[in-house]
């Protein structure tokens, strides 16, 4: 009996992306295939959060730790995986699993990736991946983790005070008309049409 079996092809899912312990919450909810790479994974939700890639990230799930590997490889045993050898379908296998997604170490942004549901291919009018959802802008880069960041939107209400024109002076180094309740769909997914990695080439030259 011939015939393809659909188990095996590369499901579209759902995905809800937070960083943790910000209020109100950033997020962001994406369509993508299961059988990417972590490390393509890694490279859309910089895209779709509005990272610059600019520093380490990792993703844990129980038991293992996902990252970019070193030149040598050393490391890759059965706790650490490489990421671009690594599949999203390895971990999130049904709705309900999730991993958790941690980038800057110093800062220590940490993410949860939780897959809510599989997208029927009807439901699929754009390309994928694609993001369908989010609130709120993302930290900027080397704020100083989420107390930095909380400074930053404190300072931000203060338009008189001088913690405001020192936040704006530096700001407008990289993020001119910074607005932490601004999010764009329609522009995330313009970047997701390009191509996320060749948009964060550009984007970690420009910011480094």
Request: charged share 25%; aromatic share 12%; proline share 5%.
């Amino acid at each position: 009996m011939s015939g393809i079996d659909k188990r095996k092809q590369p499901r579209v899912i759902e995905i809800y992306v937070g960083l943790e312990h910000t209020k109100p919450g950033v997020w962001r909810r994406l369509w993508v295939f299961d059988s990417l790479s972590m490390y393509q994974l890694h490279e859309i939700i910089q895209v779709a959060m509005g990272w610059m890639h600019s520093h380490l990230f990792m993703f844990r799930a129980p038991g293992v730790t996902i990252t970019e590997a070193s030149l040598d490889n050393d490391w890759i045993s059965d706790e650490f995986k490489d990421a671009r050898k690594t599949k999203l379908g390895s971990f999130l296998k049904r709705p309900g699993d999730s991993i958790i997604y941690e980038y800057d170490f110093g800062d220590s942004w940490v993410h949860v990736v939780r897959f809510e549901r599989e997208v029927d291919e009807s439901e699929v009018r754009f390309g994928v991946p694609r993001c369908v959802g989010g609130e709120n802008a993302c930290p900027p880069e080397d704020c100083g983790g989420l107390p930095g960041f909380d400074s930053v939107k404190k300072a931000l209400t203060k338009p008189s005070s001088r913690e405001y024109q020192a936040t704006i002076d530096w700001l407008d180094i990289y993020y001119p008309n910074y607005d932490p309740k601004e999010f764009s769909l329609g522009a995330v997914n313009k970047i997701l049409k390009i191509g996320a990695s060749k948009y964060l080439r550009i984007a970690s030259k420009f910011y480094g």
